[in-house]
């Protein structure tokens, strides 16, 4: 069983700048396919986000090049960067991910909310 915990939102001004973290409990962390994926008041969950086990990566057409997703597998570790911001990144953002060995498991983090206000 893998455990996700994310960390690093907050409140933020318009234009400014956030990193999240995702913390992965369990071993095997290198063979799961990991993502950002947020929720804003009233809408449907959305991919933010996506980095594969060798590193690939693809955004929405909505945070590309403002967004960077990256990994660490030394330690457990997924990363958002975001640049830029928008009153419109306002969400819970939540971690996830889909191992190798079993396309139907998704492991979920309970999410981290942003605010982006002035």
């Known amino acids: 069983q893998v455990q996700l915990v994310e960390s690093g939102g907050g409140l933020v001004q318009p234009g400014g700048s956030l990193r999240l973290s995702c913390a992965a409990s369990?071993?095997?962390?290198?063979?799961?396919?990991m993502g950002w994926y947020r929720r804003a008041p009233g809408k449907e969950r959305e991919l933010v986000a996506r980095i594969s086990v060798i590193g690939s990566t693809n955004y929405a057409d909505s945070v590309k090049g403002r967004f960077t997703i990256s990994r660490d597998n030394a330690k457990n570790m997924v990363y958002l960067q975001m640049n830029s911001l928008k009153p419109e990144d306002t969400a819970v953002y939540y971690c996830g991910g889909r191992p190798l060995w079993n396309a139907g498991i998704e492991y979920w983090g309970k999410g981290t909310l942003v605010t982006v206000s002035s």
């Open positions: 369990g071993s095997m962390f290198d063979s799961i396919n």
